[in-house]
């Protein structure tokens, strides 16, 4: 099944690592490479230092450094020393049984100490000092239960400390791979990370938590993958070179046709929605099948497409079968009701399509009531549902889903064979037996009505191009969440309509960025 996907694979530029993930390279870079582990504390300092000497000039400074006693801690004790050195005013908290500490701790508070750098060990002694800068450096990606005790009360102190706030590798209390918050997490103005931005910092509300992120290099790099790669990916601005070239010799038929079965009496709008994004993300052919009932408001609203109308109290499936045939891909669902005629029609495309089917809306409402019709053999197809409707489809509960959100994707793309683009904050585009992509573009004034619809248009015109869905979606994703960031730029997030975001798509698709 893995082979099924294998063609999907794409140069990426940025790799999103887990916790196990992150730890097995530095395991990897130190046994294998011997690159002593005490020279990548010192590259992670120095990179650390070199970010906080663009913001501060450290002779003229007061710094707090909170620090734990595994190497995360080690890291900020390194830190102090150069800060120390620089001119600056540093004081480091221990934290922590100092008995456990980790050899490379133990040895850069020996230094410390041989410099006389102070640290203290109780928090108290510090809660009436005026602080310019606060340095997080307690817990690193390894943290697995909720902070408690000493450590929250101090993660709380230093919070309510009027200072710039500054997080190494990824700020205390965020889960690293599913960025949930473990009890309480210190609040960062920047967080430097090292080598890779981590999972958890990326999902939220963990990134609400990093203020802006910087990824270092400190000598954890590609080859420490060994035999073994992330599976978590996201796009970058430089992968538009995916977007497929046009032909100069190319006609409407060349670029692609799309079926879209949308649209019940009364929700015509996301069948509009649906067909503009498609068009403005250059599909040379759109056929809209929809009840009777919308012939004028799409003839009117969308003059470009192609329509194709039926009864909504008896579908001619001959007409149907015709129209699926006449398609390169299919979009399934915006708007099409929840009536046993609509259920009807679902069940027939994903039975009967031999071609790429995009199922969103309606239609994954309707197979959430018999969800197994997606364990029979079938066309590629890719799922797009936002938490209520993934809530229908696995019977779990938006708060689950919404604080697994990788795990949950991934789950349903390898138990039906289905690519899942799973939408939220972070829409987690999951493909079955390969990788994960998590979308970093896009905005909260992308949370309006229509904005789903548009996406099903822009995911089915990179499929009718010539994009493998696997390639498709998640590009499509990220695209959609680009007309998002232009829209929002020239409007604001407050107002944004998804016709806004629509009449973004050319501008992205050109680069205009």
Known sequence: MADRWSA??????????KAKEMKQFDRNTIEHFGILSEVLIERAAL??????????????TRILIVCGNGNNGADGLALARLLHLAGAEVTTILLGDRTKATPENKK?????????????????????????????????VGLSRKIEGEFARCIERINAIDAWKLALDIPSGVNSDQGTI?????????????????????LYPGQDCCGKIICREVGINDPSFLDYKPTTLALEKTDRKLIPKRENRGNKGTFGKILIIAGSACLAGAAVFSAKAAYKSGAGMVKILTVEEN???????????????????????SLLTTDMQWADVIVCGPGLGKSQEADKLVRFVLKNAAVPVVFDADALNLLAKDVDLLLAPHTELVLTPHLGE??????????????????????FARAYNVIVALKDARTVTAIPYNS???????NNGMATAGSGDALTGVIAALIAQGLQPG????????LHGLAGDLAAEEKGVQGLMVSDLIEKLPFVFKGAW
């Open 471 to 478: 390639i498709a979606a998640p590009l499509g994703v990220f």
């Open 390 to 411: 993934m809530a229908r489809l696995t019977g779990n509960t938006i708060g689950y889903i919404q604080d697994a959100l990788i795990g949950c994707a991934e789950e």
């Open 295 to 317: 012939r004028q408001i799409l003839q009117t609203l969308v003059p470009e497409a192609i329509l194709s109308v039926y009864s909504p109290k008896k579908i001619d499936f």
């Open 182 to 202: 473990m009890g309480i997490a210190f609040l960062a103005d920047l967080t430097v990370t090292f080598s890779y931005e981590k999972l958890g910092m990326r």
């Open 8 to 17: 999907f694979l794409f140069e990426i530029m940025k790799y999103l690592v």
């Open 47 to 60: 990179a650390a230092f070199e970010e906080l000497q663009k913001k501060l000039q450290p002779a003229q």
């Open 436 to 442: 994960t992509y998590v979308n970093l573009s896009g």
């Open 108 to 140: 850069e508070l020996q230094i410390n100490e041989a410099y006389g750098i102070l640290s203290v060990t109780d928090p108290d002694q510090l809660q009436t000092e005026n602080w310019d800068v606060v340095v997080d450096a307690l817990f690193g």
